[in-house]
């Protein structure tokens, strides 16, 4: 029997091999099971799904259980993102919520993400007992279930839009009249995924032009490894940006809560450099000012941003399941993580693509700088950081293995530099004089060995993940 195990944002197999609708229900029994016992159920609970292959089928799936456990469920009438989905979570004061996705995994994937009432990804202490339910609950086949069409006429489950308030929660957070006028060409990579027209449609109508690639829904994400907003899958795009005619490229994962940045040149930008972007902006231009929370993956720069505009930086754990409690815990201004994920006070403590994007179309205008030059401006104030990774599928036979060559490396110097701690706070970190650092991490989502460095040169990063590829006895 299939072991259902949640990782850093949610429960996501393989459909049809793990993710299947036996054991979506089983999921569902199990949660409805946790928000009866916890009180939550008896606000309602908020069910979204992506533009995924069944994903849809999967959510009514979800509904149906949760409404046959005496649970109302408003049921998102359309694909949509994630972070849309928490949002309505807020606005419409549920006890919860979940959404179908798989978020940047390959097309063959599918997966659930359980959202608490104040629109952040469940804690593990949540998950675990969700998860030790699960085997009961199969065993003795208690699932119980609502045809959707009988909940909604007894009243259990509702359809709605969640586009509209969603929107109207992105134009209060940015000004999107200033953008939509300033005549910028803007192009947008959706990847086949939920965020499609979204962007088109608040800034459609002025003088700014937004042309949109793969924004129709298409679940085999065809030209694509996954729908991840990275360089390797970005191709179509960067080729066209690098034509001419553009001021920026955006793009943002399956279902919208990471994105990507290219400038003007069609030359990729890191996640970890647009999150400083969004941070030298918000602190520089914008004037505002609170802390500053990072994962153990995300750059340095913040750090010392946090240091000159007098903010203090929080570190934490991979994912949001961390960041978003440490952000409302200090309501942080900005959270972030290496993968694209970024969070801005005052709407959800999670990661929102689209908003993102749109702060930094905000930063271009008011600015009047151009992705290029909005990064050399950050680097003349927190010096050049080069950053990349490289991600190591690996076989079952040999993960153990891997990880203990992993766990027992001591090296005493990577990249010329000189290793002068080193640390397992999430994953196994070796810190390097000069404030550099390189990691190796095991994915909690995905059969991966993920290895990141951050340097002073791109050679000295190239020399660092080769260095970790051979600590490991991992390759490519």
Excluded at 77 to 83: I, R
Excluded at 111 to 136: M, N, W, Y
Excluded at 332 to 340: C, N
Aim: aromatic content about 6%; glycine content about 12%.
């Amino acid at each position: 029997m299939t072991e259902i195990r949640f990782g850093t944002d949610g429960w996501r197999a393989e459909i049809a091999e793990d993710f299947t609708f036996d054991n979506v229900r089983a999921v569902a029994q199990a949660t409805a099971e946790h928000l009866l016992g916890t009180g939550a159920a008896a606000r309602g609970i908020v069910v979204g799904y992506d533009t995924r292959f069944l994903s849809a089928s999967f959510a009514a799936a979800v509904a149906e259980v949760l409404a046959a456990n005496g649970i109302r469920v408003a049921l998102t009438a359309a694909a949509g993102p994630t972070p849309a989905l928490s949002h309505a979570v807020i606005e419409r004061s549920a006890g919860g919520g979940v959404m179908i996705t798989a978020s940047h995994n390959p097309a063959r994937w599918n997966g659930f993400k359980l959202k608490e009432s104040f629109g952040a990804s469940s804690p593990r202490d949540v998950t675990d007992a969700i998860e030790r339910a699960i085997p009961g609950i199969r065993a003795e086949g208690r699932v119980r279930r609502l045809a959707i069409g009988e909940a909604e006429a007894r009243g259990l489950a509702e359809r709605f839009d969640q586009r509209p308030t969603y929107l109207a929660a992105l134009r209060r957070l940015v000004d999107v009249e200033a953008i939509r006028s300033a005549g910028l060409n803007v192009l947008v990579d959706s990847m086949y995924g939920a965020a499609g027209g979204y962007v088109a449609e608040l800034l459609g109508g002025g003088a700014t032009r937004v042309e949109e690639l793969h924004g129709a829904r298409n679940p085999a994400f065809p030209g694509m490894r996954a729908p991840e907003p990275i360089a390797a899958n970005l191709g179509e795009q960067l080729a066209q940006l690098a034509q001419g005619g553009y001021d920026i490229g955006l793009s943002n994962d399956g279902d919208a809560d990471r994105l990507g940045l290219a400038d003007e040149h069609g030359v990729f930008i890191t996640q970890l450099q647009a999150f400083a972007l969004l941070a030298h902006y918000l602190l520089k231009v914008r004037g505002e000012r609170g802390p500053l929370v990072r994962s153990v993956t995300m750059t340095r720069m913040v750090d010392r941003l946090g240091e000159h505009y007098g903010c203090p930086v929080y570190e934490t754990p991979v994912g949001f399941v961390h960041l978003g409690p440490k952000m409302r815990e200090t309501d942080a201004l900005l959270a972030g993580e290496e993968s694209g994920g970024y969070a801005i006070r005052g709407h959800i403590p999670e990661r929102d693509g689209i908003l993102s994007g749109l702060l930094i179309l905000e930063a271009i205008v008011r600015t009047g700088q151009r992705p290029s030059e909005l990064l050399r401006a950050l680097y003349a104030e927190v010096g050049t950081h080069e950053y990349d990774r490289v991600d190591i599928t690996l076989r079952r036979d040999e993960r153990d293995a891997i990880r203990e060559r992993v766990a027992a490396a001591q090296p005493q110097e990577i990249a010329g530099l000189r290793v002068t701690g080193r640390d397992q706070l999430d994953g196994y970190r070796f810190q390097l004089e000069g404030g550099w650092w390189l990691l190796m991490r095991f994915s909690g989502t995905e059969p991966l060995l993920r290895i990141y460095a951050e340097m002073p040169t791109m050679d000295q990063v190239q020399a660092a993940l080769e260095a970790g590829q051979t600590m490991s006895g991992a390759t490519l």
